[in-house]
């Protein structure tokens, strides 16, 4: 049995979805759905019950779950001692929003690309919001995102850089972009929110806190399609500041000023603790610790 195979099934068993594993994995999702046949034929019974609308794992393919978690763990281990005596090579996946990209990761990257050119980088961009279901699926090895406020112990975080949770409006011609606002009528200010999230968390506390029920206009993948939205005059929105400053619309945008103020964000790179053994992943924690104590946690300069 393959090992490719097994973490296609492994990665299809976290992800419950075709058409993600697919895309995660870089496989047709034809070739998916041959492969898994195949091993349900190996093995002798189905893995999946799966009809048009979702996908869940039989008794038996809990139990082959198992099975492959413990070959692919032993697999990971086998490779992680032969690369410790020379130099790194192989993968490493990391998933984060294109705002982190372009002002969090490069210093990092670069240092690291620098110090183990044989180590491939695959850079995947996306909603924020969706970082860390990737690394509980199994779909990245390390991804930027928004610390939780109570962090699970199977998640190892290493904060990078604190950001303003701010509301937004767009910005009229000659109105200053930070000042007082006028009071908002709240019930009858539409609402631009992320769909999931850490952001939409804190935003549905504050309105509570308030005793508001907000009208919300969308809910929203993504604080670049917020502020997007925003720009247009659909709404108010809900963005992280650090966002917001790299945002090629931010002359039009302007920062609310609200009581209370919502909690801010501490930004980091987290990783599931597994992955810790992995030297790829020791070393690209290590080369990020050392540049953020470098850089006193701004990573821009």
Request: net charge negative; proline share 7%.
């Amino acid at each position: 049995m393959e090992i490719r195979v097994l973490q296609l099934f492994n990665h299809l068993a976290g992800s419950l979805h075709f058409g993600r594993t697919s895309r995660a994995m870089n496989v047709t999702p034809s070739a998916l759905t041959r492969t898994i046949q195949r091993l349900e034929e190996e093995v002798g019974e189905p893995l999946f019950v799966r009809d048009n609308r979702s996908v869940t794992t039989t008794p038996a393919g809990e139990r082959f779950r198992e099975y492959a978690e413990e070959v692919l763990r032993g697999w990971q281990e086998l490779q992680n001692d032969l690369a410790r005596d020379e130099a790194l090579r192989g993968d490493i996946s990391i998933y984060c929003s294109v705002t982190a990209a372009y002002s969090i990761l490069p210093r990092i990257l670069g240092r690291f690309r620098a110090v183990h050119p044989e180590v491939h980088i695959n850079l995947q961009t996306g909603d924020a919001a969706r970082a860390l279901d990737k690394l509980e699926n199994g779909e990245t090895d390390l991804t930027i995102a928004a610390l939780p406020e109570n962090s699970p112990p199977r998640l190892a975080c290493l904060k990078i850089i604190e950001t303003p949770l701010v509301f937004i409006a767009p910005r009229a011609a000659g109105e200053p972009d930070h000042g007082a606002t006028p009071p908002i009528d709240w019930q009858q200010t539409p609402v631009i929110m992320a769909d999931q999230g850490l952001s939409r968390e804190r935003a549905e506390r504050w309105f509570a806190e308030k005793k508001v029920v907000p009208t919300i206009y969308a809910r929203v993948a993504g604080n670049e399609a917020i502020i997007a939205m925003v720009s247009l005059g659909c709404g108010v929105g809900i963005v992280p500041q650090l966002v917001l400053d790299k945002s090629p619309l931010r002359e039009q945008i302007a920062i609310l000023d609200v009581t209370p103020q919502l909690t801010p964000f501490s930004i980091g790179i987290c990783t599931a603790q597994k992955n810790m053994a992995n030297p790829r992943v020791q070393a690209f924690w290590g080369i990020a610790e050392q540049e953020t104590e470098m850089g006193g946690g701004d990573l821009n300069d």
